[in-house]
């Protein structure tokens, strides 16, 4: 038995991940509850800020551009010397402060469109906020999980979060629309803020004690300081090449989500319900993928089911140029991403189950930060790549392109064994403390309250 920071016992799984991991705490079902409110609140309001934007202020496609633009700057920005701060201080009031940040941002949408005084640098602002938001909240979450559950329950916890992300993308869009259909352009704002105080009121209804933070070391600068995530990253051999993976991959998906767009509606000539039914029905994929990730690893060990799904996802982008107009283009798209999603659903839970084995409690904050805002300053780039390269040369080599990207990725897995996790320190107090376990979120970064509108494919990067 070893023992994580908080003091709470650890079981570590035998290599052949033959032992079936203990049963979750209480909390963190009440936890699992309340991300899982959140996420669906957040599902609804994806890209409810540019359609604001677009019917109410009559914006331009560059505002619109450059709503998402801003919010992921300008966000990367703030929350870089947080890092440090989230780091060392408890996580469950930062979870509960993001959490209300982003509501009061929120809600002041339909407020201020209620009295007709909304502008589009108010909604600039907001974005930034909320955004920034979600950052700090998955950095705080991600390392307050690793106290809340044993080494052996870190799979099936994260892929309980996974199987709530994905439920809730093929719920809220539609869910989304009908109330903008009804109510108008402010109502799925007004949900996403209410979800974010539901969230803060179940993380506050958490009744075990929340371990003390990491101390702080002395420092040679606040910026090395701020700067430990990729430090950290960069000098793990595992944990690089996974953030290689998750930058190529990952801006490979996003980069082609608009261009399968256009690809489908112009090119193979689908009717809007048909590209929705492509958008929405793969999400099974990732439900049933969620939900086999513990099963798999308890049976095969986790470092087997990360690096075969790592390489499982790579493989049904390419189907996608090859599909014909009309209905066979149709299914041989919706197979590729329900296959996709089926494994990146698999590989998820697990990905965030080994980055949280390899990275130490004085660092996680830190790792998920330097994580979050690289996605966030990458990505825009590769999605501009590939739509100069669709508009050059049509949406089947643009796609092809991002087929190859993502094939591209697989040699960058930890395919090299790398050390056990980092030795966990005793409690402070020296005592241990059976049975009592500290509460946390989700380590996944919820895509859907971003600026931009989402799309369930995205959540495989």
């Known amino acids: 038995m070893n023992r994580t920071t908080a003091g709470a016992p650890v079981q570590r799984s035998p290599v052949g991940g033959s032992q079936a991991p203990s049963p979750l705490s209480r909390d963190f079902h009440r936890l699992w509850g309340a991300y899982s409110v959140s996420h669906l609140g957040s599902a609804v309001g994806a890209g409810a800020l540019p359609l604001v934007a677009i019917l109410l202020l009559d914006s331009s496609t560059l505002q619109i551009s450059l709503l998402a633009v801003i919010s992921g700057l300008a966000s990367a920005v703030i929350v870089l010397p947080l890092g440090p701060w989230i780091e060392f201080r408890r996580k469950r009031p930062v979870m509960i402060g993001a959490d209300l940040l982003r509501c009061a941002a929120l809600t002041s949408v339909p407020i201020a469109a209620a009295l007709g005084a909304l502008t589009y640098e108010q909604l600039c602002v907001v974005a930034v906020v909320q955004t920034a938001g979600t950052i700090v909240f998955s950095a705080a979450s991600g390392a307050h999980l690793k106290h809340l559950v044993t080494v052996d329950q870190r799979v099936t916890a994260n892929s309980r979060f996974e199987t709530s992300q994905w439920t809730a993308n093929s719920l809220g869009s539609p869910i989304g629309g009908v109330l903008v259909s009804w109510l108008g352009a402010t109502a799925s704002i007004t949900v996403d803020a209410a979800s974010f105080l539901m969230s803060a009121l179940g993380i506050r209804r958490l009744r075990s004690p929340e371990p003390p933070p990491p101390t702080r070391q002395p420092a040679p600068s606040r910026g090395r300081e701020a700067i430990e995530g990729w430090r950290h990253i960069l000098h793990h051999p595992g944990l690089r090449a996974l953030f290689v993976n998750a930058i190529i991959f990952g801006g490979a998906i996003t980069a082609s989500t608009p261009i399968i767009a256009v690809f489908m509606l112009r090119d193979l ?182 600026a931009t509108a989402t799309t369930p494919r995205e959540n495989a990067e």
């Open 269 to 450: 000539h689908l009717a809007p319900w048909q590209y929705g039914l492509a958008l929405g029905l793969p999400c099974l994929g990732g439900i049933l993928g969620s939900l086999t990730a513990g099963p798999l690893t308890t049976r095969y060990g986790l470092r087997r089911v990360l690096l075969t799904t790592g390489v499982a996802r790579t493989l049904w982008m390419g189907f996608i140029p090859l599909a014909p107009p009309g209905t066979p283009g149709l299914i041989i798209i919706t197979l590729a991403d329900t296959l996709l999603l089926f494994m990146a659903g698999t590989f998820n839970p697990t990905f965030a189950a080994y980055r949280m084995n390899h990275t130490s409690e004085h660092c996680l904050s830190r790792v998920l930060t330097a994580w979050s805002i690289t996605s966030k300053l990458t990505q825009p780039i590769v999605i501009a790549a590939a739509g100069i390269l669709a508009a050059a040369t049509g949406p089947r080599t643009a796609l092809t392109a991002t087929a190859a990207l993502t094939l591209t990725s697989a040699a960058f897995l930890p395919w090299k064994t790398t050390p056990n996790s980092p030795p966990a320190a005793n409690p402070p107090s020296g005592r241990r403390l059976p049975g009592r376990r500290s509460s946390s979120g989700s380590t996944r970064l919820p895509t859907a309250v971003t």
